[in-house]
């Protein structure tokens, strides 16, 4: 269920502001359903909070 996916993803950036899975694991769904503006913002986020992965870099190419 993506929708829970993003609901935990929100939890988990409320516990913890600096990780960056959570807005890729919300990424990740958003491109699940084929929506990818919104899979690019939370891409985007989870790039300012970690800039150094490349896995990101990665999936935002998917999105473009």
Known sequence: DFNLARELAAQA???DITLAGPYIIS???Y????KKEPARVAFNKARALDPEDQDITTL???VQ
């Open 13 to 15: 950036s409320e516990l």
């Open 31 to 34: 491109y699940q359903e084929g």
């Open 27 to 29: 990424g990740l769904a």
């Open 60 to 62: 935002l190419r998917l």
